[in-house]
C-alpha cells in the first residue's frame, strides 16, 4: 500500500520558522499533484499550497510570501518551508497527493496523518 507520513512540526514563537516534511512510501511509480492542506479547531481543512508535478505551485492568499512549497521526486518528498509564523497560522498541517500511481494501481486523494503546529504569540 501507500502512506503519506508528515513530520517538522512543533511549537515556534511569532516571527519563528518551521519546515514540513512529507514522505510518501510504498512501492510508488509516481505521484501527481501535491498538496500542504491545514485544518485549525473548529475550522474546516483549507489548501495552503500546491506543487504540481512538474513543480508548478499555487499558494493560499494568507501564506503568500512566507511559504514555499518544494518536492524532490527522487525521494517521493515534498516540503513547506514556513517563514515569519503567525498566531493564526495554528493548526494541524495535512499533505496530501491527488493521484499516486503505484505498484498495484493508482489511488485517489491520498492523506497524511497531519502534523501539529503551533505558532505562540
Known amino acids: 500500500q501507500v502512506q503519506l507520513a508528515e513530520s517538522g512540526g512543533g511549537l515556534v514563537q511569532a516571527g519563528g520558522s518551521l519546515r514540513l516534511s512529507c514522505a510518501a512510501s510504498?512501492?510508488?511509480?509516481?505521484?501527481?499533484?501535491m498538496g500542504w492542506y491545514r485544518q485549525a479547531p473548529g475550522a474546516q481543512r483549507d489548501l495552503v499550497a500546491l506543487?504540481?508535478?512538474?513543480?508548478?505551485?499555487n499558494y493560499a492568499d494568507s501564506v503568500k510570501g512566507r511559504f514555499t512549497i518544494s518536492r524532490d521526486n527522487a525521494k517521493s518528498t515534498i516540503y513547506l518551508q514556513m517563514n515569519n509564523l503567525k498566531p493564526e497560522d495554528t493548526a494541524v498541517y495535512y499533505c496530501?497527493?491527488?493521484?499516486?500511481?503505484?505498484?498495484?494501481?493508482?489511488?485517489?486523494?491520498?492523506w497524511g496523518q497531519g502534523t501539529q503546529v503551533t505558532v505562540s504569540s
Open positions: 496530501a497527493a491527488d493521484r499516486v500511481w503505484w505498484s498495484g494501481g493508482f489511488l485517489n486523494k491520498v
Open positions: 510504498g512501492r510508488i511509480i509516481r505521484l501527481n499533484d
Open positions: 506543487i504540481t508535478s512538474g513543480g508548478s505551485t
